[in-house]
């Protein structure tokens, strides 16, 4: 489903742009004029249809609702170059991260992956476990076959610090 | 090259993957590798990883521009007992270039890479955005071709060469990761380069680790060998290609060793004899 589809009459939101717009921490973002730098330079364009332009338009004008349940803003790569194209010091990239914390504080359906990482960070603090890999010349390897030093599990002061870490918007 | 290393062996995630979950706990992450690295007492912190070093770097400037927030930081670090102080970041690529210096590693290689021609990709996360302190410049990064040629190897300059690799999205548009980091494959198999050299983990998963499953995606057939910066100049070091971890990148890399090998032994022998 593309952004059009989601947009059809809706109503402007700005408590929510305003939402947005705090977790920019100072960043531009209402001084966008559609140059879309951003955009013709965008990794996700061509494979994905990302138009970071597009997005920061849409949450100018306080369309903000739509965006974190869309599945529009987890095609980001993060590549940064729209950040660094910019010549209003807009932040694509940033807008875009804000609108997914926003889509996790709504418990909107996103990528698990992301969710299980962070669960993962608590338990363990490494994003993954270690795996047993299988080299080209077939042999396998793993931290004890490579003399690596154990991983000890986290404290509990770091993982109740997460935790609280977490819970902040 | 003198450059003691000690290894962080407390520190956790830097909080890169949970940046789209929760900014502040991504911020707090970071900021608490940083606050681990001054228990050291050591005044520069080495990180090999692009996106580790961007999210790190972001977190430490949001702890210089942001009372608030670095406020509430340094109350969780505090329940561990940690205490947040600046440290100098450091990448790979920015330690040897800038610190180390082009001329003391040319002085270290004992193994020049004679004849060998490269292609480099230093990614994305260490060259951009210029107002966050970046390793290189971002439209004409330049570093890491540096340091190839002080090992005796050649750069070959491409179009694609800021081409972003897809990491990011590997396990949720695993196609469209693998299609861009095909595409990347693509433009460097017609380049007359014997490899391609990294600067990031998660970029060499997808040029390494990834490249027969980038096969299927592009529909191609790819035989590039991928190696991370430092095992080439462990190669030039004379370091055993094993203990640079090379047994265990998923590209055809032996066909790079041979051929710095024989060129070696070429060079040596002008004569052929």
Redesign the interface.
């Known amino acids: 489903m593309s952004v059009v589809d989601l947009m059809s009459m809706a109503k402007p939101n700005l408590e929510a742009r305003g939402k947005v717009l705090t977790k920019l921490h100072g960043r531009e973002m209402v001084n966008c004029f559609q140059c879309m730098k951003c955009t013709s330079g965008c990794t996700a364009l061509k494979l994905l249809e990302l138009k970071p332009h597009e997005i920061i338009k849409l949450v100018n004008l306080g369309f903000v609702d739509e965006l974190p349940t869309s599945n529009i803003i987890w095609t980001c790569v993060t590549c940064l170059k729209c950040v660094e194209r910019c010549p209003q010091k807009a932040s694509p990239y940033h807008v875009i991260m804000a609108l997914r914390n926003l889509a996790v504080e709504k418990e909107a359906k996103m990528p698990e992956h992301y969710l299980k990482a962070v669960s993962h960070i608590l338990e363990t603090g490494l994003t993954d476990t270690p795996e047993k890999i299988v080299t080209r010349k077939l042999q396998t390897v793993d931290r004890d076959s490579l003399k690596l030093p154990k991983i000890k599990p986290p404290m509990e002061s770091f993982q109740s610090a997460l935790m609280k870490a977490m819970e902040e918007k | 090259m003198g450059v003691d290393v000690v290894?962080l062996?407390?520190s956790?995630?830097c909080g890169a993957?949970?940046?789209?979950?929760?900014?502040?706990?991504a911020n707090?992450?970071g900021a608490?590798v940083i606050a681990l690295a001054g228990l050291t007492g050591l005044e520069n912190l080495l990180v090999p990883c692009n996106r580790c070093h961007?999210t790190i770097s972001e977190s430490r400037n949001?702890m210089k521009?942001?009372p608030r927030?670095s406020g509430?930081?340094k109350d969780?670090?505090r329940?561990?007992?940690l205490q947040y102080s600046e440290i100098k970041i450091w990448h790979t690529i920015d330690f040897l270039h800038d610190c180390i210096g082009i001329e003391q590693i040319k002085k270290a290689v004992t193994k020049p890479l004679t004849g060998i021609k490269v292609a480099t990709h230093v990614g994305?996360?260490i060259i951009?955005?210029?107002?966050l302190e970046r390793v290189d410049n971002?439209?004409n990064p330049r570093k890491l071709d540096e340091l190839i040629c002080a090992l005796g190897a050649e750069i070959v300059d491409y179009e694609e060469k800021l081409?972003?690799c897809?990491y990011?999205?590997i396990?949720?548009?695993p196609d469209?990761?693998l299609?861009?980091t095909g595409s990347k494959l693509k433009a460097v198999q017609k380049l007359p380069v014997d490899s391609l050299v990294v600067s990031c983990p998660g970029c060499q998963t997808m040029f390494d680790s990834k490249q027969k499953d980038a096969e299927t995606t592009v529909g191609a057939k790819f035989s590039t060998p991928v190696i991370y910066y430092t095992q080439l100049l462990g190669l030039a070091l004379n370091i055993d290609g094993n203990r640079l971890g090379l047994?265990?990148?998923?590209s055809?890399v032996d066909q790079l060793s041979a051929k710095i090998a024989s060129n070696q032994n070429i060079s040596r022998h002008p004569s052929g004899t």
Do not use: T
Not at chain 2, 128 to 131: A, C, I, L, P, Q
Not at chain 2, 247 to 250: C, K, S
């Open positions: 290894d062996r407390e956790v995630c993957p949970i940046k789209s979950v929760n900014d502040f706990a707090y992450l608490r961007f949001i521009s942001d927030i509430k930081i969780l670090l329940e561990e007992g994305c996360q951009r955005y210029s107002d971002a439209e081409d972003c897809g990011s999205l396990l949720s548009h469209s990761a299609s861009l047994n265990m990148n998923q055809p």
